[in-house]
T-cell receptor, first 115, second 112 residues
Framework: NAGVTQTPKFQVLKTGQSMTLQCAQDMNHNSMYWYRQDPGMGLRLIYYSASEGTTDKGEVPNGYNVSRLNKREFSLRLESAAPSQTSVYFC??????????????FGPGTRLTVT | GENVEQHPSTLSVQEGDSAVIKCTYSDSASNYFPWYKQELGKRPQLIIDIRSNVGEKKDQRIAVTLNKTAKHFSLHITETQPEDSAVYFCAASRGSQGNLIFGKGTKLSVKP
């Protein structure tokens, strides 16, 4: 049981390049999330997917797109990278809630640098 | 929308002392309040959480208290150890349907 996995772990892009960050979970969770973490700013939600087939914007969606490929996979795409997108990106998934736990499980993160 | 403020931003204590981190939230409909610990270079991990139908929850050396009237909640760590050194984040959400809104974090340093 790998939990939440992310690829790549590190990436350097030039301004204007595009890339996709991959995330997968094997816990049969419905909800998945993408966050960015910047020094002194905590974790800010970029996009989320409450269930397979749905995606919604979070606090800071500009410059990003997402795809919920299936129940396991949720990808984040930067179409034209900018230096302001230099950050650590975390994917997370959450247990069903309601009668169960609300805990979010995080992936190991992707450290992205845009030059 | 929800806004979560966390204080202090840094906290330094001697090993064996207690540490307290406080958070306030703005949305009175929030009813789930987790605390995450993030060690350097690692992913955030849940250490304790509380729902609005209880005022306090303990797990060994860690406790969380909630004051719904004042809209604030706190993390208490007793008998601190060097391995407690990390960044701690509070968060709030509207239960199973809401997204987590995080505070900006507190860097705790425990000096031996």
């Amino acid at each position: 049981n790998a939990g939440v996995t992310q690829t790549p772990k590190f990436q350097v892009l030039k301004t204007g390049q595009s890339m996709t960050l991959q995330c997968a979970q094997d816990m049969n969770h419905n909800s998945m999330y993408w966050y960015r973490q910047d020094p002194g700013m905590g974790l800010r939600l970029i996009y989320y997917s409450a269930s397979e087939g749905t995606t919604d914007k979070g606090e800071v969606p500009n410059g990003y797109n997402v795809s919920r490929l299936n129940k396991r996979e949720f990808s984040l795409r930067l179409e034209s990278a900018a230096p302001s997108q230099t950050s650590v990106y975390f994917c997370a998934s959450r247990t069903p809630g309601q009668l169960g736990s609300y805990e979010q499980y995080f992936g190991p993160g992707t450290r992205l640098t845009v030059t | 929308g929800e806004n979560v403020e966390q204080h202090p931003s840094t906290l330094s204590v001697q090993e064996g002392d207690s540490a307290v981190i406080k958070c306030t939230y703005s949305d009175s409909a929030s009813n789930y309040f987790p605390w995450y610990k993030q060690e350097l270079g690692k992913r955030p991990q849940l250490i304790i959480d509380i729902r609005s139908n209880v005022g306090e929850k303990k797990d060994q050396r860690i406790a969380v208290t909630l004051n719904k009237t004042a809209k604030h909640f706190s993390l208490h760590i007793t008998e601190t150890q060097p391995e407690d050194s990390a960044v701690y984040f509070c968060a709030a959400s509207r239960g199973s349907q809401g997204n987590l809104i995080f505070g900006k974090g507190t860097k705790l340093s425990v000096k031996p």
